[in-house]
């Protein structure tokens, strides 16, 4: 009988595994979840048997899911290296990539990228543009950086193509105890009278200013650091709030070390783009990097969602 397997169906089933369900394997997959559950019933009806217990938390493979995933874990790899194999001998592989990085807490997620980039593309030479960057955008230009992380992209700028990462919660840090951990959400009015903690960037890359404040004409009193901790530390000592993406202070909030609120009903959503030259754009391993930077964040941060 002619199996219908394919590469698609075993990438689909690592995903699932990777992930823990079918919303955020559907996203590592760039597919719709109809379509991914519409593929997983096909093989299911083909071999008469589940290949994963739907409510199962964690994900519960049944023994055709294991046997399936067995040869994924064995054939996906040798695909993909023969393929980056391919590319090396048709467009080259050798190159430079220097990042450039505008977000003080970018570095909790790319370097696990940048780990696993190295071992995939060896020969291309992978370094940090030191120091804070105001403009990273601008070093594409004027050639000291092949690759910039921001957090947004000037509708007007040319000579350079814009990659979707991932979008993600912007929380209020409070003390525990704080009178506003009361309150469903919290308003621009609520920062009035509170010392706004953040780090000593422009006001225009602090997404609460530059999108909750400024146009509520709200101007609190201002503290800065550079450190994550030290800010959260001025934080539980009731020097002030700050305001930080979910993912930079999950493993504080599970620790009880400050309390978080939402901003605004809805939430203040904040996103990240990488940025590149329009020839690093042509290069297999630009590609393979921006994938890596997605799916390792989609995977390991909390409250991510893929652009």
């Known amino acids: 009988m002619k199996t219908p397997l394919e590469l698609r169906h075993l990438r689909t089933l690592i995903a699932l595994r990777e992930a823990g369900n079918l919303s955020r394997a559907a996203q590592l997959l760039n597919l719709t979840q109809s379509a991914l559950s519409h593929q997983l019933k096909g093989l299911e009806e083909h071999y008469g048997a589940e290949l994963f217990a739907r409510k199962s938390h964690p994900l519960v493979f049944g023994v055709v899911g294991q046997r399936l995933l067995k040869l994924a874990d064995t054939v996906l790899p040798q695909v993909d290296e023969a393929d980056r194999d391919v590319r090396r001998l048709v467009d080259g592989s050798a190159g430079q990539l220097r990042i450039a990085v505008e977000c003080h807490t970018c570095f909790d997620w790319l370097m696990p ?16 543009v030191s120091g804070f960057q105001a403009d990273p955008v601008g070093l594409l230009h004027q050639d000291r950086a092949e690759l910039a992380i921001v957090s947004d992209v000037d509708a007007d700028e040319t000579g350079v193509v814009v990659h979707p990462l991932f979008s993600f ?55 800065t650091s550079e450190l994550t901790v030290a800010m959260l530390q001025l934080v539980a000592s009731g020097r002030g709030i700050a305001a930080l993406p979910m993912w930079a202070v999950e493993n504080y909030l599970a620790r009880g070390y400050v309390a978080r609120q939402r901003i605004g009903e809805g939430g203040l959503t904040g996103r990240l783009y990488a940025v590149s030259t329009p020839g690093l754009a042509a290069k297999p391993f630009l590609a393979d990097f921006v994938r890596l930077m997605r799916e390792t964040s989609l995977l390991n941060l909390a409250g991510v969602s893929l652009l």
Request: charged share 25%.
């Open 113 to 128: 990228a940048m780990d696993a980039f190295r071992e995939r593309w060896p020969e291309v030479e992978l370094d940090i």
């Open 169 to 223: 919660e912007i929380v209020a840090l409070l003390p525990k105890g704080h009178a506003l951990l009361g309150k469903p959400w919290l308003t621009a009015e609520d920062f009035a009278s509170q010392t706004l903690i953040t780090y000593p960037v422009p006001d225009d890359m602090l997404d609460l200013v530059r999108r909750v404040l400024q146009p509520a004409g709200i101007a609190p009193p201002r503290r």
